[in-house]
């Protein structure tokens, strides 16, 4: 196992341990190539470096989304809500092609027989931040009341927003 901890003045602040066998992949990020598109089921199998092949929705591959319908995809992500062949996202083979590489996250780990579910939508959490290079949104903690402090966090998320990326400040 490996353990990491962080000591700011002489005081502990993060600590993480990190065990070999257990295999967890869960919000890794992987350069995987599409092995199959199943344009019936409007997804694909992706080869990203896992045991299985991974499964990608076309949800999970659509270009043009904004958060809200990103974070209502993560939060309906289990449910079978919605038809997956509406126009809102079109056919999976406008997407992506076999043998296209494309970067993938792990949104659920493999479980039995079934691969881990992936998406192109990348989210990179840190302690303050979280850098969404995919969608383009700023959002800012409800625990920062202050007004002053929220219109400069906000200056700073334009400017990542001009370079095309999406940033949620933390407290």
Avoid at 15 to 37: A, P, W
Avoid at 83 to 91: A, E, I, R, S, V
Avoid at 146 to 161: H, I, N, S, T, Y
Wanted: charged letters at 30%; aromatic letters at 6%; glycine letters at 10%.
């Amino acid at each position: 196992e490996k353990r990491i901890a962080v000591i700011e003045d002489r005081k502990l602040v993060e600590f993480q341990i990190m065990r070999e066998d257990t295999g967890h992949c869960l919000g890794n990020i992987y350069s995987g190539v599409v092995k199959r598109v199943l344009p019936g089921m409007q997804s694909a199998f992706v080869e990203y470096g896992g045991a299985r092949t991974g499964f990608i929705h076309v949800k999970d591959v659509k270009q043009d989304i904004t958060y809200e319908e990103y974070q209502k995809d993560i939060d309906n992500q289990d449910e079978k809500g919605g038809d997956p062949k509406t126009p809102k996202y079109g056919n999976i083979s406008e997407h992506i092609k076999d043998g296209q590489k494309i970067l993938v996250q792990v949104i659920k780990e493999p479980i039995g027989q079934k691969g881990a579910r992936l998406t192109t939508h990348i989210s990179i959490p840190g302690r303050f931040a979280v850098l969404m290079p995919t969608i383009s949104h700023i959002g800012i903690s409800r625990k920062i009341n202050d007004r002053k402090r929220r219109a400069e966090l906000r200056e700073l998320g334009l400017k990542v927003q001009k370079k095309g990326y999406g940033i949620i400040m933390r407290t």
